[in-house]
């Protein structure tokens, strides 16, 4: 009897620590998913210089990002709950590529998007520029390659056997009229470092000519008179294109465009000007609100008929960024930007503050 009775008080007394294991592997061992959300919002005089003096000008450009972390059991049961919050897998944020090679791609896409703003400014400016060919980046490699292994995602290939180029055009024509199985020498810049691989040309399934087995876009690089640096940390993807623009036109022009208010937004620039759509705008429009901007500028894509077709819901981005600010209820305007043209037009009917 005695004994029993010691069993019984010894499980009762362990109850307590394991609802406390129980407690910690819930909120702190991460699950195979992450969690999408609201994140922060940046004051671009902190990232962006122009002829090395930073904006001085009243009021300020924001760029709005997505927060993304590892999710728990308990951060995935609140998200489920919440209205801006979403859980996916590593598949639906990464695709197939690595942890690595995610952020390779993130940092080419942020490269990409400062040069197309920088451009953009120059030319609204009315400053002159040249535009140079660094090589190309490698956006993804074939698993038949036999470069894979050695040359990586987000690499810039400058040269062949030596011999560099002036456009992708010019390095991928130069390749194909080389012989399936030819051994050649690739150079190569990784993280800053000038590397050097040695494969062999393997057959194209596309056009069945010789290739090296990567996916590649320029890697450009703007020289102007004026130096203009933008340094965006550890900030990823495109979608700063617009806002970067806007700062570093402000900053080139010294107009005060800005007329003292506090003004967020979020969109892809191209070398045209516009505009493009982006992901999680309606979590980019919760930061903006929380941090008290006035404006928040949103892509006013153009919905295909094949992405209705896809997806008979979708919105435009001004449309869910509407909605987003609707649900809040926020006193932040939202305004709709087709081009870089109509955000500062916009600018221009704004009363100083």
Do not use: C, W
């Amino acid at each position: 009897m005695n004994k029993k009775r010691e069993e019984k008080l010894s499980i009762k007394s362990m109850f307590p620590f394991a609802v406390v294991i129980l407690l910690i592997i819930v909120m702190i061992f991460p699950i195979p998913y992450y969690i999408e959300g609201p994140g922060s919002t940046e004051n671009l005089k902190d990232f962006v210089t122009v002829n090395n003096k930073q904006d001085t000008q009243s009021g300020a450009f924001y760029l709005t990002t997505v927060g993304i972390r590892k999710a728990t059991l308990a951060s995935a049961l609140k998200a489920k709950f919440s209205d801006f919050q979403e859980l996916i897998s590593k598949e639906e944020l990464m695709g197939t590529s690595t942890n690595s090679e995610y952020e390779r791609i993130q940092q080419y896409y942020m490269d990409s998007s400062k040069n197309a703003a920088i451009e953009q400014a120059l030319k609204l400016a009315d400053v002159p520029y040249k535009m140079n060919f660094k090589g190309v980046y490698v956006l993804a490699i074939e698993d038949n390659s036999s470069f894979k292994g050695k040359i990586s995602v987000g690499d810039t290939v400058t040269g062949i056997d030596g011999k560099t180029f002036k456009s992708s055009e010019e390095f991928v024509s130069y390749v194909k009229k080389q012989k399936v199985g030819q051994e050649i020498t690739v150079s190569y810049t990784q993280d800053g470092k000038a590397k050097e691989a040695t494969g062999k040309l393997i057959e194209l399934s596309t056009d069945k000519k010789a290739g090296i087995g990567i996916g590649l876009t320029d890697h450009t690089e703007i020289d102007s008179s004026i130096p203009i640096e933008i340094d965006a940390g550890d900030i990823g993807g495109p979608s700063a294109g617009l806002m970067f623009t806007l700062e570093t036109y402000e900053q080139l022009t010294q107009k005060g465009i800005r007329k003292g208010h506090k003004i967020a937004g979020t969109g892809t620039i191209n070398s045209k000007g516009v505009v493009g759509r982006i992901g999680g705008i309606d979590k980019k429009v919760v930061t903006a609100s929380e941090n008290k901007t006035e404006i928040f500028f949103a892509p006013d894509d153009e919905i295909t008929k094949e992405m209705k077709k896809a997806d008979p819901t979708i919105k435009t981005n001004y449309e869910e960024a509407q909605a987003a600010a609707k649900k809040i209820g926020t006193k932040m305007k939202i305004v709709p930007v087709k081009n870089v043209q109509d955000a500062l037009d916009y600018l221009e009917t704004l009363k100083e503050e």
